[in-house]
């Protein structure tokens, strides 16, 4: 029987089978009942006191009641509702076919509907407020209504994804997409949106694209492919028409390769791409595992010994007062290359163990020169225990940005430093989400070309660092403090969901805070330790970053006899306080004990030895050169490839130099 009950009469049903909601939908739905009114009955059975138990509609119901509760309907409401006598059991089968049977609609549809919606004069924003979707989502259905018709169609009917559709409307050329939907229909391998969009994009591929160089002109030629030549043109700028044939060849190419490769690395598999990188689709569903650097060889062990050995009779001429300037350069210069060479020693491609092997991956990219590249990154469907190297105590020497001779820090000092440091920038990064999402995306796009013997300056590929030094916290320097404090200060109430979506779902339930919160975390959390300093603690982006924040380095760190100057020598105790106090000052410590110049340089440091306020100001602001986040040079427009008269030539007449080319 159809019936309309008030809303306030109406109440949920415990055999409800929706349990669980989605905040979008909820929104989209409640947006759309305030523009078009109840579209479809509640379902609803008697209920004690004269209320209604909904069936089937709880969704809508709330949405209702939302409205009344923004006084967009009246409290009292009159909704029209199905209600039945059924026992129990049936309500609850009711209430399964009602949410069971559904079927969402073609994105073909929706943006046919919506065109329609324009065509009568409705804007985008209209649509997008009347439905409760976002303009860009409508944007984005309204550009599929202007695919070809054979495009289109193919959609409408399954034929092609979503994906595969968006690709194709990377241009508006109906001729272009019609074609090439012809040819990759007519492909032997199933096509991608990277490889349509790429199609779509050039009708023509140059002879020094990478795909060309990686098939060569000789097979091109010889499977029917047409090149068209101008008369100044070289095998590099010559143009192939057939794009498809040419994504065909290649990839067949690419997948005979990464079948040798897969069998001379004795992995399970390696899976090919015709892109520089490894897009997210390729690896969905993958985990990185986790592969060490190949053990050195006894040679190389040999040469680290004897490497080792050099450093520290270089690093004693730096000690030494009485080192001519000449010794010292010398002794600089030298450092550097040690220390170049054992980093290239060391940087060698990882590997996996041989047990793990057959059921790890990698995969295949094609480089822009066209020369197919193994990624040194292994794939697999299982986690990896990682077992922590030792710690291995060597010394490290420091360079500071005037070119003053610095003393050796110990490389225990060192880390630790370079630790604390970091917890000093992962404080700012945490404590701002725009800076943060920027660092996340960048890092992410940047992975394609990073160079993979360099140190990348976080671990965001989802790792999180130990440090240096196994189970050293610096709890009493207040920025390791207030990180931990604005970790105990997030929101974890999604934790408590019972798999990886439900958790997901109350964790984009949160307030945009609570989650702007968390992605300035995890991001900072994944920062590795450094210093500014030359060697493998170096990482400049990392002082590009917190010289762009403008970190003040001192208000978050200051030197104490604990953790800097019983650490250091007499000499570069001495050396600080000159920077502060001059020589007068220095000179007053001269002749007082290590441990007692310790103390005493750490109440100057700490503003609390009497002294001049000037003094005192700068000791305040003192901090360790390899501390500071040492300020990156400025990249300016450079135009040195121009003629000398090219700025005469551009501003001829007042006109552009396309016009005047023209």
């Not at 690419?254 to 992995?267: D, F, H, I, N, P």
């Not at 020693?345 to 020369?371: F, H, N, Q, W, Y």
């Amino acid at each position: 029987m159809i019936k309309s009950i008030p809303l306030t009469k109406l109440v949920q049903s415990p055999r409800n089978v929706r349990r669980h909601g989605d905040p979008a939908a909820d929104s989209e739905l409640k947006a759309s009942i305030a523009a078009h009114g109840l579209l479809q009955n509640l379902i609803v059975r008697p209920a004690a006191r004269s209320k209604f138990e909904v069936e089937a509609g709880e969704r809508r119901r709330c949405a209702l009641l939302a409205l009344a509760e923004e006084k967009v309907l009246p409290k009292g409401y009159e909704v029209t509702c199905l209600v039945l006598e059924d026992d129990a059991e049936l309500a609850v089968e009711t209430s399964l076919a009602e949410n069971f049977h559904r079927l969402a609609m073609n994105p073909a549809d929706e943006a046919q509907a919506f065109a329609a919606l324009i065509d009568a004069g409705a804007s985008t924003e209209d649509v997008a407020r009347r439905f409760g979707l976002t303009v860009r989502f409508v944007e984005g259905r309204l550009r599929l209504a202007t695919l070809a018709p054979v495009v289109f169609a193919a959609l409408a009917t399954g034929e092609i994804t979503l994906d595969l559709a968006k690709a194709f409307g990377a241009t508006s050329d109906h001729e272009i997409q019609a074609r090439v939907y012809e040819q990759a229909s007519s492909g032997y391998y199933a096509p991608s949106a990277d490889s349509i969009r790429r199609m779509v994009l050039s009708g023509t591929v140059r002879g020094s694209d990478a795909r060309a160089r990686l098939v060569g002109r000789d097979a091109y030629i010889a499977a029917g492919g047409r090149i068209e030549r101008e008369l100044f043109d070289d095998d590099d700028s010559e143009s192939w028409v057939d794009v498809a044939l040419l994504e065909t060849l290649a990839s067949e190419e690419m997948e005979k390769r990464a079948k040798a490769l897969a069998a001379e690395q004795g992995l399970a598999w390696v899976k090919p791409t015709l892109d520089a990188y490894a897009s997210h689709d390729l690896v969905d569903g993958l985990i990185r595992l986790p592969a060490e650097p190949a053990p050195l060889t006894d040679a190389e062990l040999v040469r680290l010994d004897e490497l080792d050995a050099s450093y520290d009779a270089h690093a004693a001429i730096l000690e030494d007062e009485d080192s001519a300037e000449e010794a010292i350069a010398a002794a600089e210069a030298t450092i550097e290359a040690i220390e170049r060479e054992c980093q290239d020693i060391r940087a060698k491609p990882p590997e996996l163990a041989p047990e793990l092997k057959a059921d790890a991956g990698m995969i295949l990219v094609l480089s822009r020169d066209g020369t197919p590249v193994l990624q040194p990154v292994f794939y697999g469907e299982r986690d990896i225990e990682v077992v922590g190297d030792e710690d291995v105590v060597e010394v490290v020497a420091s360079v500071g940005s005037d070119g003053r001779r610095r003393a050796a820090l110990s490389k225990r000092l060192v880390d630790e430093l370079a630790m604390q440091r970091r917890d000093v920038l992962a404080l700012h990064v945490a404590s701002d989400p725009g800076l943060s999402l920027d660092i996340m995306v960048f890092t992410l796009a940047d992975a394609d070309t990073h160079d993979w013997r360099s140190r990348a300056a976080t671990t965001l590929r989802g790792g999180v660092p130990a440090g240096p030094i196994v189970g050293f916290e610096a709890k009493d320097a207040p920025a390791s403090a207030s990180l931990a404090d604005l970790r105990s200060g997030l929101d974890e109430s999604w934790r408590s969901g019972e798999d990886a979506s439900s958790r997901f779902k109350m964790f984009r339930a949160l307030a945009d805070e609570s989650r702007a919160a968390w992605l300035g975390f995890v991001v900072a959390r994944t920062l590795e330790a450094s210093l500014n300093m030359a060697g493998e603690r170096q990482i400049s982006f990392q002082d590009h970053l917190g010289s762009t924040i403008g970190i003040d380095i001192a208000q978050w760190w200051r030197p104490t006899a604990a953790n800097y100057f019983d650490r250091v020598s007499k000499q570069v105790i001495l050396d600080a306080l000159t920077d502060v106090g001059g020589l007068e000052l220095s000179s007053r410590f001269a002749s007082v004990k290590k441990g007692d110049l310790a103390m005493s340089a750490e109440r100057v440091f700490a503003g609390t030895y009497i002294t001049e306020v000037e003094v005192r100001e700068r000791a305040l602001a003192w901090v360790p050169e390899v501390m500071r986040f040492a300020e990156q040079p400025e990249i300016t427009a450079d135009h040195e490839t121009q003629g000398p008269d090219a700025d005469c030539v551009a501003n001829d007449d007042n006109q552009p130099p396309s016009e005047l080319a023209a």
